[in-house]
């Protein structure tokens, strides 16, 4: 599933590529991608002839601001992948809504597990219709938090971290991989309780989680082999290559060289150095 990195990459690509080109037409092949509208025509005409202003984030959701004050939400759920096409081009399967512009160009969304979604609606409506956005943790690209409110926060909620980061109402982005990684970028394991860090713990989670993501960001996220993360010229981001303990059970830590286990907690694996992470 795409986390911050991935949807941060696209929302900058979708900036430079889309903003100020006028909606032309639009095309529905699935009515489960545009579900909260009633139609196609419902959803079509609240876009063309809509020019876009420009692209913002907000935790894992794209908000593409038209010059109607709308905005057009995108949502890539497991598999979604927006994605710039020419009319030329063969259309892949799974295209679920294609968006043609006056300028030319055209902006495909495909979604084989069709999770994800695309809808139109108000800025004012926004959180009434996403409750995840009403309740909406911080973000940790866009927002500067100072150390001390950081520690504030870990030990008011006494959870454990890997939750707690992949936690939405607590931080904004976070998934499964990026939680690892940042836990053994900061030394810290994935149940370690969040009100027993100390001072200086606390600063390493908080400068390893700022840049494990900046890094992530800088290599156009991580595309894993059973994944279908592609950025907006279909091309697949590279830091997987740089993942040091995500989906690499019984290989060497990098740091250390003893081997990397897995364990399920919750339903979800987490991966770690037992010798790094205290
Ligand atoms: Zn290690």
């Not at 109402?169 to 009100?195: H, M, P, Q, T, V």
């Not at 279909?234 to 993942?243: I, R, W």
Request: charged letters at 30%; a positive charge; aromatic letters at 8%.
């Amino acid at each position: 599933m795409p986390e911050l990195p991935e949807v941060e990459t696209i929302r900058r690509d979708l900036d430079r590529e889309f903003v100020g080109r006028k909606v032309k037409t639009v095309e529905v092949s699935r009515l489960r991608s545009i579900r909260r509208h009633k139609n196609t025509k419902d959803f079509a005409g609240r876009l063309e002839g809509r020019k876009i202003t420009g692209v913002v984030r907000k935790g894992k959701y794209i908000l593409i601001r038209l010059d109607d004050g709308g905005v057009l939400v995108a949502h890539l759920g497991m598999s979604g992948q927006l994605l710039r096409a020419s009319p030329k081009d063969p259309k892949e399967r799974h295209t679920q809504v294609v968006i043609s512009f006056s300028q030319g160009g055209q902006l495909r969304f495909v979604d084989p597990r069709t999770f994800g979604e695309m809808f139109v609606t108000t800025p004012d409506r926004l959180e009434a219709q996403v409750h995840e956005l009403a309740h909406l943790g911080f973000d940790p690209i866009d927002q500067v938090m100072s150390w001390t409110h950081f520690a504030e926060m870990l030990y008011a909620r006494k959870t454990r971290l890997k939750p707690l980061l992949t936690d939405q109402k607590f931080i904004a982005g976070i998934g499964n991989i990026y939680a690892d990684e940042i836990l053994f970028a900061a030394g810290l394991r994935f149940d370690r309780s969040s009100e027993t860090l100390t001072a200086q713990e606390v600063r390493r989670l908080y400068r390893a989680m700022t840049e494990t993501l900046q890094d992530a960001i800088k290599h156009r996220g991580s595309s894993l082999a059973d994944e279908q993360y592609r950025d907006l010229f279909g091309e697949t981001g590279d830091f997987q290559s740089l993942h040091k303990v995500y989906d690499r059970e019984g290989k060497a830590c990098p740091r250390c060289r003893s081997l990397i286990t897995r364990v399920k907690a919750n339903g979800r694996s987490a991966y770690f150095c037992p010798q790094c992470q205290v």
